[in-house]
């Protein structure tokens, strides 16, 4: 594999290929062959290349890992299906829709390996919580909930490139973790949101760089949306990242008309089942409770303090089993999200703009797929 774009997630993607074992590591691309040399030697990731077209041009590389800024992700990953590689993109897949269909179309057509790292679905218990939704243990779902909020961004010296569109696309929270939400609430209940009205805000409209600039901000911190599903199920989901105390919380909640399941990625190792005839329970990661699905993710005991990091590895580890079958697809493994997933997530956050600029009105989802 290579990679290309060696910042913060990039450590991760790198994490969980080691963590497969089979997957020789060949090099990394940057923004300079300085960077990418120091970040080779600094993440022990093979050899610099001076910028990502030696990369794709070296026939040692079969897959490539694109984890750039949101607004290279269309340039590179493009460039990598052109050159006959694998793509393994993280979050999102394009920084628009008309750039996440560009992308989700030739890799459709490339007859390649095509992935987004929607890195939550590799937790056991949401896969323990998607197979009993699918096997009807607790009814037919009447309701989808949730929330994802952080507050790294609640300081107004805090800034990054996902907050100016030109680099992070027109979404700040919603693009950034409301996508893994959506993705997930879809992914666990089988169901697909059809409508969205969204409310959303910028809490912090201004905030000052590293370097002393001072950023004027556009795109929304703070946002809450109300959803319909196919088959007349209900939800809402509230995403921020300027919510004092809250790291990386991501909470789902299915209720059914039999019983309720509600999971959280602070307690990755619990599943809470609420009944409303007996008494609820909590299902921890005992692999011998687990359905076979779940049961395939759940490699370290539960309890773990590496669940995040274990969790990434088996959507890496999905990737490479489908790249290995011939990236066919009827040989994708049932949970790993790929580039149409990528697409679909982007009509999703694209619609809840919508609704918000039209000043909060229900907003049907395209769905071309
Ligand atoms: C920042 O919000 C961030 O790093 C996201 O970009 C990741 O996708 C998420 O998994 C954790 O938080």
Redesign the pocket.
Known sequence: MGLVGPG??AAHHLDAVRRLGDVEIVGIAGSSLDSATRRARELNAGKAYANYRDLLADPAVHVVHNTTPNYLHREVSLAALRAGKHVISD?PLAASVQEARELYEAARDANLGHVVTF?YRGYPLVQQARAMIAKGDIGQSVFVHGCYL?D?LTDERAYTWRLDPKLGGASSALG??GS?WCDLAEHVTGARITAVLADLQTVVPQREGADGTRHDITSEDLASVLLRFDNGVRGCVTVG?VLPGHK?DLRLEVNGRDGSLAWRQEQPNELWIGHHAKANAVLTRDPSLLDPSARAYAHLPAGHPEAWADAFRNVIADAYTWIRSGAKPDTKPDALPTFAHGYRNSLLVDAMLTSHAAGGVWQTVDDPL
């Open positions: 913060f997630i979050k890195n952080q790294w950034d973790i893994h990242q990386n």
